[in-house]
């Protein structure tokens, strides 16, 4: 297969909902990052694959497809009043905020249309989707999260009316509004790798938040712990690619978040380099017709290198940021083998994704190790005790 493009779905209206003077990380600032990053390869000769769109305008109505009608209309009533006004201590919205809103809405569709041609397309827009869910906050998060609606949700129900659908979100952060949104629904898959919601907003996507009615079983949350590296982000893609393979999606939609990127931000802790992003931007677009990827969150760095190295991966080129593999803490590995351990747990309990026979062996072999090795450790302490490792 030759190089993919990847249309780059951008408007400057995105940078009108703003704070003055940035007071806040969710700033205008984030979009200068992510285009400096598009444009970083743009400068290698990819221009071509990386074809600049604007974005349309579409009406907030649209959101009423994901969102509670009169969420809809009351939020459209607050941004046509032009004022600056806080919805919750992370979340604002300003005069430009209508603007930025309109081009959200537009892009989404935008994003739609060339995905049923077949075309993949990534959306560089403010403000994020993921954590706005059907009334606003979503399940037990206490904010919206600087998110007021959500396009990530918007493309996957339009583009699930005509397909079969996936979500998967590599932002750091639980898409909370986007299983808020699908929680019921049984046709839309929606697999969610963020760093452990025991330490991090916002606090929800737990291996065993997986869906509830026909949507149970739908719905897998990779939890990855604080100080983890590529390794475990590595071993979480395979997971991602098996169930992928499972699913046969015919499209794609990322929540496409680079706040995983180590340095990206002093909010997290996670210690992921460009590998981890090439490669499952490369994964993905080898399993759909058609991706479409959506900016999250990513505040530094990610912005610049993590999302350039994810770009490369959909277009299907060699990752021209190369970074030596980051690695994760002994600690950090554990808790996340326990953590998968009851993700695969969750999954074969519902049985709507079929893992290959490997995995699940590999649980039920670690978990005799575990036991070999704490029956060891029993022995040697007993051992120890009995003699008296001072008078040795
Ligand atoms: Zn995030």
Same mark, same amino acid.
């Given at each position: 297969?030759?190089?993919?493009?990847?249309?780059?779905?951008?408007?400057?209206?995105?940078?009108?909902?703003?704070?003055?003077?940035?007071s806040h990380? #969710?700033?205008?600032? =984030?979009?200068d990052? /992510?285009?400096?990053g598009v444009? +970083? &390869? *743009?400068?290698? !000769?990819f221009?071509?694959?990386?074809p600049?769109?604007?974005?349309?305008?579409?009406?907030l109505e649209?959101?009423?497809?994901?969102?509670d009608k009169q969420?809809v209309?009351?939020?459209e009533?607050?941004?046509?009043?032009?004022?600056?006004?806080?919805?919750?201590?992370d979340?604002?919205?300003?005069?430009?905020?209508? #603007?930025?809103?309109? =081009?959200?809405s537009? /892009?989404?569709h935008?994003?739609? +249309? &060339? *995905?049923l041609? !077949?075309?993949?397309?990534?959306?560089v827009?403010?403000?994020p989707?993921h954590?706005?869910?059907?009334?606003?906050?979503?399940?037990k998060?206490?904010t919206?999260?600087?998110?007021?609606f959500?396009?990530?949700?918007l493309?996957?129900?339009v583009?699930s009316r005509h397909g079969?659908?996936?979500v998967v979100?590599?932002d750091?952060h639980?898409?909370?509004?986007?299983?808020d949104?699908?929680?019921?629904?049984?046709?839309?898959?929606?697999?969610?790798i963020?760093?452990?919601?025991?330490?991090?907003?916002?606090?929800?996507?737990?291996p065993?938040d997986?869906?509830?009615?026909?949507?149970a079983?739908?719905?897998?949350?990779?939890v990855?712990?604080?100080a983890?590296?590529?390794?475990?982000y590595?071993?979480a893609?395979?997971?991602v690619?098996?169930?992928?393979s499972?699913?046969?999606p015919?499209?794609?939609?990322?929540?496409?978040?680079?706040d995983a990127?180590?340095?990206?931000?002093d909010?997290?802790?996670t210690?992921?380099?460009?590998?981890?992003?090439?490669?499952i931007?490369?994964?993905?677009?080898?399993?759909?017709?058609s991706?479409v990827s959506?900016?999250e969150?990513g505040?530094?760095?990610?912005?610049?290198?993590?999302?350039p190295?994810y770009l490369?991966?959909?277009?299907?080129?060699?990752n021209?940021?190369?970074?030596p593999?980051?690695?994760?803490?002994?600690?950090?590995?554990?808790?996340?083998?326990?953590?998968?351990k009851?993700?695969?747990?969750?999954?074969v309990?519902?049985?709507?994704?079929?893992?290959?026979?490997?995995?699940?062996?590999?649980?039920?072999?670690e978990?005799?190790?575990?036991r070999?090795?704490?029956?060891?450790?029993?022995?040697?302490?007993?051992k120890?005790?009995?003699?008296g490792?001072?008078?040795r």
């Amino acid at each position: 297969m030759g190089p993919l493009k990847v249309a780059i779905l951008y408007h400057d209206d995105f940078k009108l909902h703003r704070l003055d003077p940035i007071s806040h990380p #969710e700033s205008p600032r =984030r979009v200068d990052l /992510a285009l400096e990053g598009v444009n +970083s &390869l *743009a400068s290698q !000769g990819f221009e071509r694959l990386l074809p600049m769109v604007k974005a349309p305008k579409s009406p907030l109505e649209s959101f009423k497809l994901v969102h509670d009608k009169q969420y809809v209309d009351s939020m459209e009533g607050l941004l046509r009043s032009g004022r600056v006004s806080w919805l919750d201590p992370d979340t604002y919205v300003s005069p430009g905020t209508l #603007e930025a809103l309109l =081009r959200l809405s537009g /892009a989404s569709h935008k994003a739609v +249309s &060339l *995905a049923l041609k !077949g075309v993949s397309s990534f959306i560089v827009g403010r403000p994020p989707s993921h954590h706005a869910g059907f009334k606003g906050k979503a399940l037990k998060a206490p904010t919206r999260g600087s998110c007021i609606f959500n396009a990530t949700a918007l493309i996957a129900e339009v583009l699930s009316r005509h397909g079969r659908v996936a979500v998967v979100d590599i932002d750091v952060h639980h898409g909370n509004g986007t299983q808020d949104i699908f929680y019921s629904r049984g046709d839309l898959l929606h697999i969610d790798i963020h760093q452990d919601p025991s330490s991090l907003y916002p606090y929800t996507g737990f291996p065993d938040d997986a869906g509830e009615g026909e949507g149970a079983g739908t719905k897998v949350n990779i939890v990855t712990p604080p100080a983890s590296g590529d390794d475990v982000y590595l071993d979480a893609l395979k997971l991602v690619d098996h169930i992928l393979s499972f699913w046969k999606p015919e499209y794609i939609v990322v929540s496409a978040g680079f706040d995983a990127y180590r340095g990206d931000n002093d909010m997290t802790v996670t210690n992921v380099g460009t590998r981890f992003f090439h490669l499952i931007g490369r994964m993905l677009s080898s399993k759909a017709r058609s991706v479409v990827s959506v900016l999250e969150g990513g505040y530094g760095e990610g912005l610049r290198k993590a999302l350039p190295a994810y770009l490369l991966g959909l277009m299907g080129k060699k990752n021209e940021l190369w970074e030596p593999k980051t690695r994760s803490s002994r600690g950090a590995w554990r808790l996340y083998r326990a953590y998968k351990k009851l993700t695969i747990y969750t999954i074969v309990e519902h049985g709507r994704i079929m893992l290959p026979e490997e995995l699940e062996s590999e649980i039920k072999r670690e978990e005799r190790v575990f036991r070999l090795k704490e029956a060891g450790a029993k022995g040697r302490k007993r051992k120890r005790l009995k003699k008296g490792w001072w008078r040795r």
